[in-house]
Each structure stands twice: as C-alpha cells, then as structure tokens.
C-alpha cells in the first residue's frame, strides 16, 4: 500500500470491524436457507452497518473516499507573528510560534505546537504590533528565547514522530515570508542554525491559485472568500491564521486538490 490511508485500512480489517463480519458468518449462513431470508438478511445488513460504524470504520471509509490521498503523512501548517512598526523595524523577531499538525488522510487536526517568543532586540512591543497581531507586552514577557522555542519544537517534533525518516511531512504557510524571509533572517542575526525541516514548505497562495485559477491579493481573506469559508478568529493572531489555513486546505483537498512543495530547495 503506497499511500498514507492503506496502513489505516489494513490495521481496520484486523481489528474490531473484521472480528464482527468473522462471528457473524455461521449466523448468516443459517438465514440464508431460511424461506424468510431476504428479509432477515436485509436485518442483518442494518445491523452489520451498525456494528462496523461502531468500530469507526465508516467514519474512515467516508475520510478515505470523499478525497484523493495526499503526498504526505503530514501537514505542518506555520504562521509566524513578530515585532513590528511603521516605519518598520528592523530586525523583525518572532513573538509568537503555532504550528498545527493536520493529517494528511483525513485534513483534521491531531496536535498543537503554540508558544509565544521574547524579543531580545526590541523587547517592547509597539502599539501598531499589539493593534495588529492582538499581541500585548505581558503575553511575551517572560517567555522563552527564539533558540528555546525552536529546541522546544524539535522535541515536539519527535514526540509526535514526525522526526522518523518514514514520515512524509512538510510545512505549509499563506505566502512564502516566515519560512524563506522570517526565520532565516533572525536565526542568522542570533547565530541560530536553522533545521532542515524549516526548508521546504507549501506556500499556501500558490496552492489555492493553482486549485482555484486566481492570486488571493488578500491572503486568507481572499481564500476563505473564494470558498464561502467562515473567517475563524481574528486576522494576524498567528494560532487563528493556522487554524484558517488548515481549514482552506480540507476544503481543497475535498475538491480533489493534491498539495505539492511550492518551495525551491535551499
């Protein structure tokens, strides 16, 4: 099996689902000499399709059919938020941290990674930042360190497998800013190294332009718009961002779209 449902499908079949056909047979093959087998056989198919559902296996049925699999195991789905101004400050530094990580089967969410940054540089937020990302100074003070939440998100990485070589996953994130521009930049003014599963990503705009055959001028906006999606949240709380990114992405992936990398290797 090639694609990241089959090991779902196969581990169904052995468990609970494939223990109850497997009890049932020598019942049905009674019925079925019996002059009332039609109807009983009928009852019989109710209560198989009650059974099964019990087991969750229509649930995964529905999840594999209605969409076709995805390259990868996993989506990692990032929206930075960091210090900002105008006239813009430089440099910029990441004050908040989320990551969801939507399976690639179903396009639900299965963890969280979300912490929030102290800035080093400039440690007081502006109000232009707070106004915008709904950020206030207590929300950062005290916080860890860029380079503690990065190791932070290297043992949450582990912790949910998505280290081991056999797990197809990639970053996803509504333009190409945090991973090309953002994280590099302020791990390179800290002398950060960056990990290599920082360097490839899906730039969501470009996803939805392909399925869709227009640019989202306005990022999210534009996408919820274009799919009659309810804006979840408020725009710049990266937490929210993610959790609208990842709901565009269900709908795509609903609508028959395959995610690629939309990346250049570095």
């Known amino acids: 099996v090639s694609d990241a449902s089959g090991c779902s499908m196969i581990a169904l079949f052995h468990t609970g689902a494939a223990k109850f056909v497997q009890n049932l047979l020598p019942r049905a093959r009674k019925v079925v000499c019996s002059p009332l087998s039609a109807g009983v056989l009928k009852g019989y198919s109710s209560i198989i399709s009650r059974k099964l559902a019990s087991h969750g296996f229509g649930a995964a049925m529905a ?55 102290q800035p080093v540089v400039h440690p007081q937020l502006t109000p232009f930042c707070t106004e915008l990302t709904g950020i206030i100074q207590g929300m950062v003070d005290g916080q860890p360190s860029l380079q503690q939440v990065l190791e932070r998100v290297d043992e949450w990485m582990a912790k949910e497998g998505l280290l081991d070589p056999s797990v197809k996953s990639i970053f996803v994130t509504c333009g190409d800013w945090d991973l090309k521009v953002m994280l590099p930049e302020q791990c390179q003014y800290l002398g950060l190294p960056v990990a290599d599963y920082f360097k490839q990503w899906i730039n969501l705009k470009k996803a939805y332009s392909f399925a869709m055959g227009s640019w989202p001028k306005n990022g999210l906006l534009d996408m919820n718009k274009g799919l009659n999606l309810q804006h979840i949240g408020r725009p710049h709380s990266g937490i929210d961002d993610c959790k609208n990114i990842a709901n565009i992405m269900k709908t795509l992936a609903h609508r028959g779209f395959i995610f690629k990398q939309t990346s250049k290797p570095f």
Do not use: W
Request: glycine share 2%; with cysteine.
């Open 63 to 117: 999840a594999m059919s209605s969409f076709p699999p995805q390259r990868y195991h996993y989506f990692l789905v990032l929206d930075f938020e960091a210090t900002c101004d105008k006239p813009q400050i430089h440099p910029q530094e990441i004050i908040e941290f989320p990551i969801l990580k939507l399976n690639g089967r179903t396009m639900e969410i299965e963890s969280t990674f979300h912490m929030y940054v």
